[in-house]
């Protein structure tokens, strides 16, 4: 089975500042990513996802993730930082091809934006 | 499509008392997700279904929750009796395929006093 990893539990950026949300993944073979957001008081929303091909996925609202094999990686970034991004924001990993897989999501980061 | 439906929105009990939420999943969707979210413990998944039929429920804490879908359209979650710790937010989520991207519903805020 897959599991994933966000390392940085909080993190607190100033607005108009580039934005790297790190999340690393365990599994045997090429997993579906996701990234979600979630704003207070709302459910989570699907920013992207990488399934195969481009290894470099474009998402809503300006975000954008990539996909690194040899790191195990699905790191989420925004050029430029809106007070409107602070959110929670979830990565999940995602498969089917055995029985047992499903999609595992993450803890989580919490991401403050300072105007 | 309206997307996941759930109901309520806010539901305050008393310790004791039976709860039961409400889902509807986006119609096509063949698998439909229970989730529990917590500061202390995030999110956690407590069952799904695959076309209505409950396929892991490892999740469940305890023999006072219980899960159903009586159809392809609804489902429900139910705890009884209620206890405080049992106070959390509740997500219902849907999706083609159990590996796939899943679409959330905006939640019910249980608060068992």
């Known amino acids: 089975a897959q599991s994933v990893t966000q390392p940085d539990i909080h993190i607190t950026v100033s607005e108009g500042a580039s934005l790297e949300l790190r999340c690393n993944y365990s599994?045997?073979?090429?997993?579906?990513l996701f990234w979600y957001v979630q704003s207070p008081g709302q459910g989570l929303q699907l920013l992207l996802k990488?399934?195969?091909?481009?290894?470099l996925v474009q998402g809503i609202k300006g975000f954008e993730a990539e996909f690194k094999r040899s790191q195990s990686s699905f790191n989420l970034r925004k050029p430029s930082v809106h007070w409107s991004d602070a959110a929670e924001y979830f990565c999940a990993v995602g498969a089917v091809k055995t029985s047992y897989d499903k999609v595992i999501f993450g803890p989580g980061t919490s991401l403050s934006v300072i105007p | 499509d309206a997307g996941v439906i759930q109901s309520p929105r806010h539901e305050v009990t008393e310790m004791g008392q039976e709860v039961t939420l409400r889902c509807k999943p986006i119609s096509g969707h063949d698998y439909l997700f229970w989730y529990r979210q917590t500061m202390m413990r995030g999110l956690e998944l407590l069952i799904y279904f695959n076309n209505n039929v409950p396929i892991d429920d490892s999740g469940m804490p305890e023999d006072r929750f219980s899960a159903k879908m009586p159809n392809a359209s609804f489902s429900t979650l139910k705890i009884q009796p209620s206890e405080p710790r049992d106070s959390a937010v509740y997500f219902c989520?849907?999706?083609?395929?159990?590996?796939?991207?899943?679409?959330f519903g905006p939640g019910t805020r249980l608060t068992v006093l």
């Open positions: 599994y045997g073979a090429t997993p579906y």
């Open positions: 990488y399934f195969s091909g481009d290894t």
């Open positions: 989520a849907s999706s083609e395929d159990r590996g796939n991207e899943q679409f």
